[in-house]
């Protein structure tokens, strides 16, 4: 389901229950569309997102982990000066629109009370958050800066007059009205009857609109139908529905038009964490290592054309045996050469006497002409071992980046800094300046935790760095190490010296799912102790070698891993 009108009816229903008179207490922006505000209500402190993503805009509470950059921004600055402190008062939506009022007291410089109106507009690449003053309705500063040049209508830009989005000609379904019943008559097909649904009211999303078609054909009183549909998102079964194809949606209630394979949460929010997870993580860690992903495709690609020629040079140095064996035959029947031959046949006794046609230079004398074919056998021996060297420098290079753009693909945003640094490290970035008490405030980042279906502690590191420290210092030689079989992935160590098949099964799982291969239907994961690890002197950071490992094949889990995952008190 998109985040239409209707579910934003229910989200800010429960925002209003959660955080009506709470106070703002801290306010960040830990990506460049988002930002949270950290409001105190009701003896809690709930973190709200209000994010302006053109992909996955929203406002919701999270209680996924965010990185703050070292420097706040000027926007996040701007919030500070008006907000901090400041009571949330109210949070309404607009007709029933994706747009969203949290109206805001606080005081000014002066000690008075003014009242400010924090919004978000939900409306995809448009999308934006804005703080306006609400006795002059001037913009006080906005996310997302639209100028004259994109937007005639309305400008958002501080100091501008914010001007509401353009109204559509259509009903806010919570209205009163009977409208509906006429078009059910009219439109006896669900598919058809949803469309005119959403032409007709405002702020039904399609997946809505097939939703309350299908149910306004059910048998029984239609009016009880559309009211209690309504009703759903004044008390909202937060659900998540798993569809034929395999795709998910959430809805504010069970959409059984569409499966009924669900689940459901506790609030919106919790779903929409579980729902965004993975998918705004990954658009968030798109946009921190921007440059880190160029210069890694671009390292590779340049690293994978050198391998091309590498392996062409390799084909044309095999036929260095043959020019020895030419050689060695015109030594022995040099009496046989003439001066000013261009070519000569000979018995090759190295297989069966069979005629040999060897090349010759009409320039060289009998002897010269062998002792060209040996310099070049001597030149092409010489280039086999130059080439095989570097084939194996280069692979070892593709190794390395291949496992840095996994680590990237599966990183959250809290671990890019550590890659950053370590491509630093090795060269492939230049190094920043870093200020020497801000290098030293950095904190170490740790393996993820989980613990197994019996209880036994699994960690998996998230990066190369957590990978050495947590393979090569911390785990136990008596441990259990994982990793997928020739495939980039983590470093995976059950603290166990006898763990169980199931335990053994559920480390593989995870192996499987933080690697390359986690879309994949089978992995191959080998397992060994921690003893049999070593790594070669002067390896890049990540690689391990070992010897007597055994192989389970497992199927990436998605919810197997969130069961593994502890628990938040």
Known sequence: MSFDGLFTHAMVTELHENLLNGRIIKIHQPYQNELILTVRANGKNWPVLLSADPTYPRVQVTQIPYVNPAVPTNFAMMMRKYLQGAIITNVQQMANDRVVH???TTRNELGDAEQLTLIIEIMARHSNVILVDHQTSKILDVIKHVGADQNRYRLLLPGATYIEPPKQ???????????????????????????????????????????????????????????????????????????????????????AAFGTKTRQFESLSALLDFYYQDAAQRERVQQQAGNLIRVVRNDLKKNRKKMKKLQQTLANTKQADEL????????????????????????????????????????????????????????????????????????????????????????????????????????????????????????????????????TE????????????????????????????????????????????????????????????????????????????????????????????????????????????????
């Open 324 to 455: 020895r064996l030419k050689g060695e035959i015109l030594t022995t029947y040099l009496h046989e050469v003439k001066r000013g031959m261009t070519e000569i046949t000979l018995a090759d006794y190295y297989h069966d006497n069979q005629p040999l046609k060897i090349e010759l230079s009409n320039q060289l004398s009998p002897s010269r002409n062998a002792q060209k074919y040996f310099s070049r056998y001597q030149k092409q021996k010489n280039a086999v071992i130059y080439v095989g060297e570097q084939i194996e420098l280069t692979q070892g290079e593709i190794d390395y980046l291949d496992n840095i753009q996994t680590q990237i693909e599966l990183a959250a945003p809290a671990d890019i800094a550590e890659i950053r640094e370590e491509l630093m490290q090795q060269g492939y970035l230049k190094q920043r300046k870093t200020k020497k008490k801000q290098r030293a405030s950095r904190k170490v980042s740790q393996p993820q935790q989980f613990v197994a279906t019996d209880g």
């Open 458 to 569: 699994i960690s998996v590191g998230k990066n190369n760095r957590q990978n050495d420290q947590l393979t090569l210092k911390t785990a136990r030689k008596s441990d259990y190490w994982l990793h997928t079989q020739k495939i980039p992935g983590s470093h995976v160590i059950i603290h166990s010296d006898d763990p169980s098949e199931a335990t053994l099964t559920e480390a593989a799982n995870l192996a499987a799912y933080f690697s390359k291969a986690r879309d994949s239907a089978t992995v191959p994961v080998d397992y060994v102790q921690v003893r049999k690890i070593r790594k070669p002197n002067g390896a890049k950071p990540g690689l391990v070698i070992y010897e007597g490992q055994k192989t389970l094949y497992v199927s990436p889990d998605a919810d197997l891993v969130e069961r593994l995952t502890p628990k938040k008190e």
């Open 169 to 255: 000609d259509k009903l806010n379904p919570f209205d009163t009205n009977t409208d509906y019943l006429s078009l059910v008559k009219q439109y006896p097909n669900d598919d058809v009857l949803a469309k005119q649904l959403q032409q007709h009211y405002q702020g039904l999303g399609r997946d809505s609109a097939q939703q309350l078609a299908y149910e306004l054909h059910q048998p029984g009183d239609l009016t009880a139908h559309y009211n209690a549909f309504l009703t759903n998102f004044d008390h909202p079964t937060p659900t998540l529905t798993t569809l034929p194809t395999h795709k998910t949606m959430f809805a504010a209630s069970n959409y």
């Open 102 to 104: 949290f109206t805001i």
